[in-house]
Structure formats: C-alpha cells, structure tokens
C-alpha cells in the first residue's frame, strides 16, 4: 500500500488526527456495541469501559466533530453532537473491514469536517436501479460520511395530486418513507429537487398539460399562464407530504433554452417574476429554497443585479461548473481567498460576485461524466476536486457532486468519485496527488493492496467524439457506441429536437438500426477517418489491457467482487464495440460478421447478468438495446453503410440533411455546460 497523503491507515474521509499506536488488534468474537447519549464502545466489558478514559470531543464547532481509539481492548468513540458519533461509526466500519483483512495498529482519532456540506445527487428520470441496491447505496453514503443527498425525483415520485406522472417503476410511499427514514437515520439531509420551469419534459409530455408548452416545447413552462403556478405548487405540496423534516428544497431553474430565445430583458423577467413565485411558496412553506445559478449568471451586470433583488435572500445558489480549470493555470494558490480568480473554464468572478450580494452557495461538479465508466483520470476527478478548492475559497457551505442520468451510468461505478469528492471535502489539502486515494479506495472496497483496479478504471475511462460541425446536428457523436449526445441521430431537427422534448432517455420508437447506420455514415464521411481508426484501435488494446488485469485481481479480492466482474465485462464489451465498429464501418467478410454477432450475443447476455443486481429489469433491457440493438441488425443483415469516396458527403435521415467535415476525433473533458 502507498503511503503518499499521510494514509498510514487507508480510511477515507481521511481523518484530520490520526495517531498509530505499537501493538496490533482485529475485533474479537465476543466484542459488543453499547451506546450512551453522546458516546458509544465496542469490546467485553470492563476493558471497553476504560477506553474511555482521557478520551474527550475536539474543540471543534461541527456537530460532526468526534474522537474515536481503537486497540486490543476494544473501540470507543465520543462527540458533543449525535451526528458525532455517527460519523465515528462510518470509521469504525472501515475500521473493522481492514482488521477483518490483518491486524491493523491501535488508533486514536480526533475528527471533524472542513466542508459543512459534501454532497451527492441522485438523478432518477433516466434510468431506474434497484431500491434494494439504492438502499444499500445508502450505507456507502453514510461509510463516506455524505451528509448530504439532492434527491431529484421526476416521474419516480409516487404523485397522488396527478397519478399520471408516476413512472411504473416510481418508488410506492412505503418505499420512499422507509428510503428517507434510513437516509435521515445515516445523518444525511434529504434536498428534494424538482424542476419548476425548464426540464419538465416528464410532465408536459403528457396531453392532458400540452397546453401548458412554452411554443410547443415539451421541456418548458409558459410562465404567462395562471395555470403553470397552480400546477407547480399542487406538485410542490404533493413532493412535500413527504418532506416535512427536511428544511431545504432544490427548485431546480436552470437551461430554459427556449426562454434564452427572448431579448435578455424579457427573458429577465419572466424568469424572475416566476421564480420568485415559486421560491415564495416553498418559504411560506418553512423551506430553504435552492436554485441553480446558470439562468442569472449568465445576465448582464444590471438584470442580473435586479433578478437577485427579486428571490429570497435565504436562497442557495447552486453554482455547477463540470469542466475543470484550465491546465495551464497555477494551482499552488488555489486554497488562498485573496488570489485572481481563474479565466477560463473555471471562471468563479459569478460565483464571489455572489456572495458579495448576501447569497450563500454551494458548489456543484460532476461525478459521472464518461460512457459506462466515468473518466475519471481526464475531467472527472479533477472537476471534483478543484471544485471542493472553490467553494472553500469562495466561502461556499460545500459541494454536491451532481450525477446526471443521462449518462446511463451505473451507481457502482461512480464509486470511486464519490469517495474523492468525500475525502476532500473533508479535510482540504493543496496535494494535487490521488494515488493515495485510489490506493485506500481499492484496499477498502476490495480488499487489495494496491490501486491495480483503479488503473484498470482508468484505462476503460476514455471517450471518444467525432466532431460534426459541419452538420446540422449540433453535438458531437458519440464512438464506437450509443452515448447521450447521440439523440441528434434519432431526432428529425436533431439537437433543435433534443433540447425541445428532451435531453436523452429513450423515446419511444427509437430505431436502433438507423441511428447505428447514420454513425458509421458520419464516421466515413470524416475526413481525419484514419485518426479516428486508431482512436478507435487505440480504445480496443486499452480496453484488452483492463480485461487482463481484473480477472485476477477478482480471484484476489476479498469484496465487492460483482464491482469487478462487471468491470470486466465492461472491457470485453468496450474492446469487442471497437472493433465490431471498425469492422461494419470498414467492411469485413461475412465469416468474421458472423463472429462478431455470436461475440456480441454473448456479451448480451453478460449484460443481463451483471447488470441483474443494482439496476430494474425493464432498464437493463434498454441498456442492451441501447448498446446492441442496432449494430447486431448490421451484422445480421450482412450490409453496412456506402463507404464515403471524398472529403463530403450527404445523407439524408428523417428530414436531417448530415455533412460531416471536422476536425480529428478526441478524448476530451467535458465542455462547461449545465445539469442535462
């Protein structure tokens, strides 16, 4: 195990004092818990009562504040605050999973948190996993000592105002109460998250609100209408029922695209006058409101300062940012309060303009960015982390790390992030080094001794865009499979279309086969189509890299074993897309399409399996449709798109005219842009 950040005990959050003792211990069979008001021990006995002594809380002001030792004798953990004492037994549970491991040194801890708020988002509209494995996911939350979840809800809220908008896998209301009642009992603030003006396409999609479209769109509010604010408060009150305890609400706010067609200063107004409404209402209701900042940032100073004076000033502005500063910027004063703020992708001047206006705020990064697997190693990791830097420097009560579904991301997989986010959040070092996190991570969650599986993650976190600037699409497509963007390929207006009825999911309808078909066009259309067959070969060899590191490290893992097989699934598939791609792409004889289909079959069915056990059934079907569908209709069929001749070429699908010219593919970090 490395030994870089001081983890001379892999616990994450890290602890802010930690000292080793000389003698070893592991728990012993007749060890037992006992609890008192503001301290609690594990051991036999009269041995477990004298832990206590010289033991006493930090001087610390964080209700999360503890100190804990552990030894031969036992562990015991005193606070000044129940919520101490929880975030004591998030140690003692990781504590126990190393000594489970190896005898481990006695311990003595005295802990609090630099953030007040660590966050993670919960994103439920696109794809639905298991509530038994959300609520083990819980567990993981409170392990990582979270303490705060953005629990955003759509179609998955068991509504009783409007029963129409219950999705046939939205949580029942003995689920969801026995879902908040374990998140509350972890010590986690529950922040119900519904949208009041743009994205609401899980609501106007229906009939019975088309006439509440803003010009026909399926994702917008028309504010004009009396109807829009009695619809929005009946959904509010509904969503409430269930959230009494909870002080904040997320009134969401953000990308109304169709909105930002208006002039700026009637886009202003109708965007404060409604909003105002809405967070009026939730603060009648005794809540804390939250918004997302990107509609009033993105103002001139003047409508921007008089939007400001229109929402409450108890309201939390949301500031996301998904990019990451700019790697020629110096990071060495990224921790100081007075320092320039950074150009760029990482611009924060909106954010302290902000505070100065009384507002308080909290950071939001991405932890799921990539395609099956988040890439961490190129944006992921770093948006996380400068992100933590900027809310400290910024005076921002923490973060959230957002996860969009969109992505189709695996909760597992996001793992990894969620424990960064988690250690820098609570203790804030200038270190840009990870390995010792990704060391820590790979012994807690399996048991290894080394980051081996972290670089396996890394080597399968790549994405590939072919740019199509030149089309009339408007986004990237994704390589060699589906990816969000890739609704451009399904729509007739392409983008115009994808913002206007939806930003992903999987309408109805969608043909697979057409949108496989249009890919491979615009990839033979490219003319850098060489650099992106070795992209392409490039993601195959690390993807056949991965796949020889995990399957022993599986048969070496101690836990989380089902994490591994399905990363290595993950690679099988990710090299064998590579080259059934280049394959239909670049012609091949029918022997080795026949290979390809069996190959893919069989990959199929591994989805099934490994997805079985966190995600519902009717979504891994879509997954597999998704991921399969279309290329194996290629295969089967035997043909495969015209080969383009020159540096143009015109296709025509559903009305969308494609020319695809462009620059070389790449594996780039997300651009900065806003909750999809």
């Known amino acids: 195990m490395s030994d870089l950040l001081d983890r001379a005990l892999p616990l994450l959050p890290h602890p802010q004092r930690l000292h080793l003792g000389p003698r070893k211990w ?19 006995g009269k041995n477990a009562s004298s832990l206590f002594n010289g033991l006493t809380p930090p001087e610390n002001a964080s209700p999360e504040a503890y100190a804990l030792v552990a030894g031969p004798d ?83 809220f068991p509504y009783r105002c409007h029963p129409v908008l219950r999705h046939p896998l939205a949580f029942t209301e003995a689920e969801l109460k026995a ?148 790697k020629a910027a110096t990071r060495g004063d990224a921790l100081s309060k007075d320092a320039p703020a950074i150009q760029g992708a990482f611009d924060m001047e909106r954010w302290r303009e902000f505070r100065r206006a009384g507002f308080d705020t909290l950071g939001v990064s991405c932890k799921n960015w990539g395609s099956l697997v988040p890439m961490y190693s190129r944006c992921v990791g770093e948006n996380i982390v400068e992100m933590i830097r900027a809310a400290h420097r910024y005076d921002a009560l923490g ?93 007739p207006n392409a983008h115009e279309d994808r913002i206007k009825y939806g930003a992903a999911g999987f309408p109805p309808g969608i043909a697979w086969r057409r949108i496989a078909e249009r890919r491979i066009a615009l990839y033979a259309a490219a003319p850098e189509r060489a650099t992106a067959a070795e ?14 590191m995990l399957p022993p490290l599986r048969r070496k893992a101690r836990r989380g074993r089902a994490e591994l097989e399905w990363l290595e ?28 289909l069996a190959e893919s079959r069989r990959l199929r069915a591994g989805l099934r399996k490994n997805y079985r056990w966190f995600l519902e059934p009717s979504q891994t079907a879509l997954q597999a449709a998704s991921l399969f569908e279309g290329e194996e209709a290629l295969l089967q069929a035997g043909t495969v798109p015209a080969k383009s001749t020159g540096r143009r070429i015109e296709r025509t699908a559903r009305g969308a005219s494609l020319t695809a010219r462009g620059a070389a593919p790449q594996l780039p970090g997300p651009a900065a842009r806003g909750p999809p």
């Open 26 to 44: 592991a728990p012993r069979r007749n060890w037992r818990f006992s609890e008192g008001p503001l301290h609690w021990s594990f051991g036999a």
């Open 399 to 491: 973060t959230i790390m957002s996860s969009w579904a969109c992505f189709n991301m695996p909760l597992p997989m996001e793992d990894l992030g969620m424990a960064l986010g988690a250690d820098r959040g609570w203790r804030i070092r200038r270190e840009t080094e990870r390995r010792g996190i990704e060391d820590a991570w790979a012994r807690l969650r399996f048991g290894l001794p080394d980051a081996r599986a972290v670089e396996a993650i890394h080597l399968l976190g790549g994405q590939i865009e072919l740019p199509t600037k030149e089309t009339r699409l408007g986004r990237p497509i994704h390589l060699p499979y589906w990816g969000y963007m890739d609704l451009v390929l399904h729509y």
């Open 179 to 326: 879902f908040l009642a374990k998140a509350r009992g972890h010590g986690i603030r529950v922040v119900p998250l519904l949208q009041n003006l743009g994205h609401v396409e899980y609501i106007l999609k229906h009939e019975e609100f088309a006439h509440l479209r803003r010009n026909g769109w399926h994702t917008e509010y028309d504010t004009t209408k009396p109807e829009v604010l009695s619809l929005i408060r009946e959904i509010l009150d509904d969503v409430l029922r269930f959230h009494g305890e909870d002080e904040w609400v997320h009134a969401g706010g953000d990308e109304c695209f169709s909105l930002l067609r208006e002039p700026r200063e009637i886009a202003a107004k109708l965007y404060g006058r409604h909003m105002a409404k809405v967070l009026e209402h939730l603060v009648a209701r005794g809540k804390r409101p939250l918004i997302w900042q990107d509609m009033i940032a993105g103002l001139p100073p003047a409508l921007r300062e008089a939007l400001l004076r229109r929402i409450p000033r108890n309201t939390l502005l949301c500031h996301w940012q998904y990019s990451s500063i700019p």
């Open 74 to 156: 036992g562990v015991a953990a005193v606070a000044r605050h129940p919520l101490g004492l929880l975030r004591a037994r998030a140690t003692l549970r990781q504590l126990l999973a190393l000594a489970g491991d190896a005898a481990i040194p006695e311990t003595r801890i005295a802990d609090w948190p630099d953030l007040p708020v660590r966050g993670v988002h919960l994103d439920l509209k696109y794809i639905m996993h298991r509530k038994d494995y959300l609520m083990r996911w819980l567990d993981t939350l409170a392990e990582y000592k979270i303490n705060t979840l953005l629990l955003e809800y759509e179609d998955k």
């Open 535 to 548: 992209a392409l070969r490039r993601f195959a060899r690390q993807a056949r890299a991965a796949r020889e």
């Open 569 to 596: 699934w993950a690679a099988k598939f990710r090299r064998h897309a590579a080259e059934r791609f280049l394959l239909l792409a670049e012609g091949g004889t029918p022997a080795a399409r026949r290979k390809a």
